[in-house]
């Protein structure tokens, strides 16, 4: 892989599925597997951009947020996979190819997890 498109495709895919879906299954774990998702993507990233440094989490902001935090967690990680060194912007290296595809991965299985 030498972009980030697929990461982009699968966050944006699945946060519009998110903001489409009534607060009933929001409830009933679909929020909560996109925070755990965005936690996730968000922690991935953070390491990628500042590797000594204690990580932030992600709050729980409530349910109909949920959508926007894993949109951004996931444009946050793409971009640290892009300008990582030797990340997937320069060509990729094996590592950061095998972390966007592990990435793209983690997204769709929580989709599916979602029911989405």
Known sequence: MDDVTPLLTAVD???????????????????????????ELSLRAQRLEDPGAAPLTVPDAG?????????????DL?????????????GGSGRTAEEL???????EEAAARCGV
């Not at 699945?14 to 009933?24: E, K, V, Y």
């Open 63 to 75: 349910t109909f947020v949920v959508a926007d935090q894993v949109a951004v967690a996931g444009h």
């Open 13 to 39: 895919r699945l946060a519009d599925r998110l903001r489409t879906l009534p607060q009933s299954r929001l409830r009933a774990g679909a929020a909560a597997e996109g925070l755990a998702l965005a936690r």
């Open 78 to 90: 793409a971009h640290a996979l892009e300008r990582a060194p030797g990340g997937v912007g320069d």
């Open 101 to 107: 595809a592990a990435a793209v991965a983690l997204v």
